[in-house]
């Protein structure tokens, strides 16, 4: 099993819609997660930072961690064109765990397209 | 001002050369990493790095020397290139060890031939 489980896709949805991303993963010791944006042929951009489990909120952008389940998910209200990228979910163990030198334990990524 | 920049953004070289890539954060962040995304577009940790001291990551074969003149620079040497170090190379930054979350350059991308 690996360690953080993504969709791949292609995703595609109207302009407007509501999109929902997600990914699993199986070690309990991830403490801090990270939702990316990556454009083509760009580095990865980050968009959602959160600790531990909760909601967060940030413009049409929503980041939810359910550690009981080991679920995190994004949603994008509004979608519009320009959110057609690859949206890649990351994760660390907490620092005291050796978190930093792991370095993020990354999903392979959802391929989002939102049609005009 | 980009705040973590790569160069070169393309490399094309023939397999047995040796190439660097370098990566510099104005950021003033201490911690630097080198990550790989290979063909499949995975992106996998290579090597972190903490106030120019490396962390070793195992299981990176040792043709592939990161070196840190100051704790704004990260490079990374790559010695007798083969056709499996094609992939795309990303350096990151985070504030330290110890903070979240990590900012990305754009990539070098590696062709061997």
């Known amino acids: 099993q690996k360690e953080v489980e993504q969709d791949p896709g292609p995703l595609s949805v109207p302009e407007g819609a509501i999109v929902s991303l997600n990914c699993t993963y199986s070690?309990?010791?991830?403490?801090?997660f990270m939702w990316y944006r990556q454009y083509s042929r760009k580095g990865p951009e980050l968009l959602m930072y959160?600790?531990?489990?909760g909601n967060k909120e940030d413009g049409r952008f929503t980041a939810q961690v359910d550690k009981s389940s080991k679920y995190i998910s994004l949603f994008i209200r509004d979608s519009q064109p320009s959110d057609s990228a690859t949206y890649l979910c990351?994760?660390?163990?907490?620092?005291?765990?050796?978190?930093?030198?792991?370095?993020?334990?990354f999903g392979k990524g959802t391929h989002l397209i939102i049609q005009p | 001002d980009t705040a973590v920049s790569q160069t070169p953004k393309y490399l094309v070289t023939q397999m047995g050369n040796d190439k660097s890539i370098k990566c510099e954060q104005n950021?003033?962040?201490?911690?630097m990493y080198w990550y790989k995304q290979d063909s499949k577009k995975f992106l996998k940790i290579m090597f972190s790095?903490?106030?120019?001291?490396?962390?070793i990551n195992e299981t990176v074969p040792n043709r592939f020397s990161p070196k840190s003149p100051d704790k704004a620079h990260l490079n990374l040497h790559i010695n007798s290139l083969e056709l499996g170090d094609s992939a795309v190379y990303f350096c990151?930054?985070?504030?330290?060890?110890?903070?979240?979350?990590?900012?990305f350059g754009d990539g070098t991308r590696l062709s061997i031939l």
């Open positions: 990151a930054s985070s504030q330290d060890l110890a903070s979240q979350p990590q900012h």
């Open positions: 070690n309990s010791a991830f403490q801090y």
């Open positions: 959160t600790y531990s489990s």
């Open positions: 990351a994760m660390i163990r907490a620092p005291y765990s050796g978190g930093g030198a792991d370095g993020l334990t």
């Open positions: 950021l003033g962040h201490d911690t």
């Open positions: 790095y903490n106030n120019k001291e490396l962390i």
